[in-house]
């Protein structure tokens, strides 16, 4: 297995960086990287001497220059080894310029404000700039196929981008026009004052955020699959979507009520940070899929024609509603959610961080349960039974994570091991039916008096 070496330098390495020698330390530099937690330190300049010796003997792939000097920072980048192909530049205020980086395919720099250019990138093929308010225009990038720019408030121009297939755009406030390769696949843009965006053919996901009160005009859009859009929702693009659009994200839309007219072929819609929800069952029948994230919302009844239904982050959330069709289920972060309603057909129920979640109802069998950091559910012995009786249509009901969580749960660890062992026979044996009316008259004895732990 290739193991990728890293080295560090940090002038002022943040509290808490475990993991991680100096390079005067050889002993313990090399069995770090013999298991695998390959990470050194640089502190100052004459160990920073040391790092090219160092590179070649460890093998160093990548480096991280965190928190320097502006002489330090350039003393390191200057002697950077030819086989570093992946650099970090992080918190170097003062740093001016970076070097000629010939070798280098994969490069971040963050928070360098006072950057105010950099070199030529022939082989970079990923490029991550934030923070960098000096910088006002990018290199040109011939064979970079990812850029992702970020809070660089006084970039106003992008060069041309060949080959790039993902471009992200994040509050880059100057930046008013965009010239974007006819091969860019993905392409975000939040919070970028551009007036009119370019030809984009092979655009197959889009997602644009806007501080204005309308969006910018765009382009035909043959190949889009996923559309993501923040309010304002005046200039919704129906007209240039083609069939092959299945799925849409409303960003706030709750800033703009009622919601706009849902183009026809949508069968995904999400709600992200919405926090007063519209009417679920106004929703068109062929929106089939439902993705609710962050919302105030204390009740959701689902639509009856809504087979895959996923909330996230509803802290207030008390109940759900109307799940008789569902066959797809996630909730996850629900904090005052305690029970579900009757879920008949689902087939697929997945549970994450609900902390005050004590039930689930009966599950059709074969359902592929998945439950993660829910302290107070209790799985009682007919659930398990169901499961122990599905499991050869559910191999996921046996993880290690959800075996341990059951342990915690039922305070049981002898009573779990007698049910792995008997599920090597038949669960339709009359002799391990036997024994397992046993066992659940044993753990009902035991749990009737047991309450689970709470966090």
């Not at 990287?33 to 990548?62: I, K, M, N, W, Y």
């Not at 859009?221 to 007209?239: I, R, S, W």
């Amino acid at each position: 297995m290739h193991l990728e070496v890293k080295i560090v330098i940090a002038q002022n390495l943040p509290y808490g960086c475990a993991r991680a020698w100096t390079l005067s330390n050889k002993d313990g530099a090399r069995s770090a990287c013999h298991s695998g937690r390959a990470q050194f330190v640089v502190r100052d300049e004459a160990s920073a001497d040391r790092l090219p010796s160092v590179a070649e003997a460890f093998g160093v792939t990548a480096v991280q220059v965190t928190g320097c000097d502006v002489l330090l920072a350039t003393r390191v980048l200057k002697t950077l080894p030819t086989r570093v192909s992946k650099l970090w530049v992080r918190n170097c205020w003062d740093l001016k310029a970076l070097p000629t980086l010939p070798h280098v395919t994969a490069l971040k720099v963050w928070n360098c404000s006072g950057l105010k250019a950099l070199p030529a990138m022939p082989h970079v093929t990923s490029l991550h700039v934030e923070g960098c308010h000096g910088l006002t225009t990018l290199p040109v990038l011939p064979v970079a196929t990812k850029l992702n720019v970020t809070e660089c408030h006084g970039l106003v121009a992008l060069p041309d981008l060949p080959h790039v297939t993902e471009l992200y755009l994040y509050n880059c406030y100057a930046l008013t026009r965009l010239i974007a390769s006819p091969q860019v696949r993905t392409l975000e843009v939040h919070y970028c004052p551009i007036g009119a965006f370019p030809e984009l053919p092979e655009v197959t996901e889009l997602s644009i955020r806007t501080m204005q009160t309308e969006y910018a005009t765009l382009p035909q859009l043959p190949k889009l699959v996923h559309l993501e859009l923040g309010a304002p929702f005046a200039m919704m693009p129906t007209t240039h979507v083609t069939p092959v659009l299945s799925s849409l994200t409303l960003y706030h839309p709750d800033d703009v009520m009622p919601l706009p007219e849902l183009p026809p072929h949508v069968t995904n819609l999400t709600f992200d940070t919405c926090y007063d929800m519209p009417s679920l069952l106004e929703l068109p029948l062929h929106v089939t899929s439902l993705h609710i994230n962050e919302s105030d919302v204390t009740s959701l009844h689902a639509p009856p024609h809504v087979m895959e239904l996923v909330v996230y982050n509803c802290t207030r959330l008390e109940s759900l509603l109307d799940l008789q069709k569902v066959t797809e289920l996630i909730v996850g972060q629900c904090d005052v959610l305690t029970a579900l309603p009757a879920l008949p057909q689902v087939t697929k129920l997945t549970l994450e961080r609900c902390l005050t979640l004590t039930t689930l109802p009966d599950l059709p069998l074969g359902c592929r349960l998945t439950v993660h950091d829910c302290p107070a559910l209790r799985f009682t012995p007919r659930l398990i039974m169901a499961q122990l009786q599905a499991k050869p249509q559910n191999p996921y009901w046996y993880s290690p994570a959800l075996r341990a969580d059951m342990v915690l749960y039922m305070h049981s660890v002898r009573v779990i091991q007698r049910w792995l062992r008997w599920l090597r026979y038949d669960p339709a044996s009359p002799v391990v039916q036997k024994r397992a009316r046993r066992i659940q008259a044993e753990w009902d004895a035991m749990t009737r008096s047991y309450a689970p732990p709470r966090c």
